[in-house]
């Protein structure tokens, strides 16, 4: 199990925001490169990124505070928000970043996340955030009619690396992950899953690491890490307690 930390990107600034709303945002670092070190310091292997003002614009908008942590950091790291088309995922994946998520886009455009699984395999992978148990989009802003299983079944057979799977009615409220909503989407597709949105405290990871929660890659993590209600450390010991055991 993979536990990302993230770094979500508001003007420039790390932030977290609550229920998906640009209104209710609180700053944690002004320098995403500073923070992003200090991730890898901490023992992360992977980070998640996220161009909040990108979601809403549908282009890149924080590219300079990516750049930074790109070069601030040797981790792979995966970006979301505003990657509406090949020209800006090439234009990433140039720069260094190891995979893309393409969220409303691929709800709009399912065709493209093929052409880009072709085009750039084992890069590409989908955000699939849920409103109410169905998919949201234009950065939480709008809801359309897909189910979470219905939206993963049109990538079964793409090339998709991984699916983000965001619950955003817990995302930045510390209320625990939704384990059996992400379970249920894990066990209909072959793609791995992340689950993300929620996740609260070291009782979270206690969780991830049940036998059940073995299908899917990893979780995200954001407020609980930057506020300290999630040691980074006793989650790492915990992770790698728990990979060392099965391969035993």
């Known amino acids: 199990m993979i536990l990302f930390p993230a770094i979500d990107l508001k003007d420039g600034q790390c932030v977290r925001l609550k229920l998906g709303d ?13 923070q992003a070190k200090a991730f890898e310091d901490q023992g992360f292997e992977f980070l998640h990124l996220v161009d909040l003002n990108g979601a809403f614009a549908g282009k890149p908008v924080n590219g300079t505070a990516v750049e930074e942590i790109l070069a601030a950091t040797e981790l792979p790291t995966q970006l979301g928000g505003g990657i509406r088309d090949l020209e800006t995922i090439k234009m990433w ?68 690396t991984t699916i983000i799977y965001t619950d955003v ?19 209909s597709t072959s793609i791995p ?23 899917l890659e990893g979780a995200i993590s954001g407020r609980a ?8 450390a006793q989650a790492l010991e915990l992770i ?9």
């Open 225 to 232: 890490l930057y506020d300290g209600r999630l040691d980074a």
């Open 193 to 215: 899953v992340i689950a993300s949105g929620g996740l609260a405290s070291i009782e979270d990871i206690k969780r991830l690491l049940k036998p059940d929660c073995a299908i």
């Open 93 to 160: 994946l140039d720069k260094g970043v190891s995979r893309v998520i393409l969220g409303t886009i691929a709800v709009r455009d399912p065709d493209l996340v093929h052409q880009a699984c072709k085009k750039f395999p084992g890069q590409i992978a989908v955000g699939i955030d849920a409103k109410g148990g169905k998919v949201a989009v234009e950065g939480w802003a709008e809801t359309s009619e897909l189910t979470i299983i219905e939206m993963a079944a049109k990538f079964e057979d793409a090339g998709v």
């Open 169 to 187: 009615d817990r995302d930045g409220i510390l209320t625990g992950l939704n384990i059996d909503s992400t379970l249920e989407l894990a066990r």
């Open 22 to 34: 640009m209104d209710q945002v609180t700053v944690f670092n002004d320098s995403p490169g500073a």
């Open 240 to 248: 790698a307690k728990s990979k060392a055991k099965q391969n035993a």
